[in-house]
């Protein structure tokens, strides 16, 4: 039998495409239903920090448990019911207080789920790490689907509706992990503990820029379907540009692996640095203009999809099969946890402030500097390692 029909493909896919697809209610639609029941600006950053401020500790905690117990998929299911269970008070919830409550709840399981099967993914790939990306891309889709599905239903529908959405597709990635199969760890002893591999100047300094690119994103995931409809753009138009971002990241994913066989890691990092400072540019001043705001939506296959990509092979070589959930954990407490966090804070105090086209001034600043670091310190040593990958 080919070793490459070992592996489960479609329910890792499937995995991918409900979980992407809770992210396409959730991402462009919440801000707009937590304004909808007259939350504030502030509120609503607010509570966008507690959902990602899990992100700092829940990764790592589940992430240690998993590599000791080597129970992975297990932790995963646990997680997912008891995301969606709690999810579900937020029917119920009435006040800042109990939203802020459930929301730290919510997440602190939500937020354990990636980080993992990003490890179980590539444990069941193995020496096919450059398939990750044909996979991913069924995220991708999930997350188009939903969010034009949405952006269609909202206009016809209150944004009540949004809450039951996200309970059944958070419902439905729990079942799919039911078929999954436990992937097997390898436990052999690893070159380096885990502090020498962190305390590496190269290691630190990949954290710090996908922690910067992270915060850079904030004001995006949290403010720009409010951002749109501020400009007088319909919730329809709104979901088309949210899936026409994902769509290009899409593209991407369908050929990253020919891109991995002529660039290096470090070379698509660096381009896709750059790119970001640009699509933060042209939203923040030129909203009024559709043509640019297209443009800079096709900027997310490589802003987020490039990014990512590189940062999982990245994480993948840094720390190995043995100390792989704790390096995907680390790279998801510290990027989407503390980057999230602090651009959520930084985004809602200022938006109304110092007004839209400063926080994303403000963004595009901050991926010049993680530029420069990834410059003179993210890659080179992984540059060789990384045609393997391709």
């Not at 646990?78 to 919510?106: D, G, K, M, N």
């Not at 992990?177 to 390898?186: D, F, R």
């Not at 939506?297 to 043995?322: E, K, N, P, W």
Request: aromatic share 18%.
């Amino acid at each position: 039998m080919n070793k490459s029909n070992l592996v489960p493909y479609w329910r890792l896919s499937g995995f991918y495409f409900f979980y992407f697809a809770t992210l396409g209610c959730f991402i462009p639609y919440w801000g707009l239903y937590l304004k909808g029941i007259g939350f504030s600006p502030i509120e609503i950053g607010e509570l966008s920090a507690f959902l990602v401020g899990t992100k700092i500790v829940a990764p790592l905690i589940w992430g240690w448990i998993a590599d000791h117990t080597g129970k992975s998929l297990r932790l995963i299911r646990i997680a997912l019911f008891f995301a969606a269970l709690l999810f579900a008070c937020f029917l119920y919830a009435q006040h800042y207080r109990w939203f802020a409550s459930i929301t730290l709840a919510f997440s602190f399981f939500w937020n354990a789920v990636l980080p993992q099967f990003e490890a179980v993914t590539l444990c069941h790939l193995k020496n096919e790490s450059h398939r990750y990306s044909q996979i991913r891309l069924w995220g991708s889709i999930g997350f188009i689907v939903t969010v034009l599905g949405m952006g269609w239903i909202l206009d016809k529908q209150p944004v009540a509706i949004i809450p039951f959405a996200i309970i059944f597709f958070l419902s439905s990635n729990w079942f799919v992990t039911l078929l999954m199969p436990e992937a097997t760890v390898s436990h052999e002893a690893a070159n380096h503990g885990i502090i020498q591999i962190i305390k590496k100047p190269e290691v630190l300094a990949f954290f710090v820029v996908n922690l910067l690119l992270q915060v850079s994103h904030s004001p995006y995931y949290v403010f720009y379907s409010i951002y749109l409809k501020h400009n007088h753009y319909s919730a329809t138009v709104t979901g088309l540009l949210w899936a026409l971002g994902v769509l290009a990241e899409i593209v991407l994913f369908v050929y990253m692996r020919r891109l991995l066989k002529h660039f290096t890691l470090r070379a698509i990092l660096l381009v896709s640095l750059v790119l970001a400072s640009t699509r933060w540019l042209i939203i923040g001043w030129c909203p009024e203009y559709l043509g640019l705001l297209i443009f800079a939506q096709l900027l997310h296959a490589a802003t987020f999809g490039g990014a990512h990509v590189v940062a999982i092979h990245l994480v993948h070589l840094y720390f190995g099969d043995r100390h792989q959930g704790k390096g995907q954990a680390l790279y998801t407490s510290l990027s989407f946890g503390v980057g999230g966090v602090l651009g959520s804070l930084y985004s809602g105090y200022y938006w109304e402030s110092l007004g839209s086209k400063t926080v994303f001034s403000m963004a595009a600043l901050l991926c010049g500097v993680a530029f420069l670091i990834a410059y003179f310190w993210v890659g080179r040593e992984s540059s060789k390692k990384s045609v393997v990958l391709g």
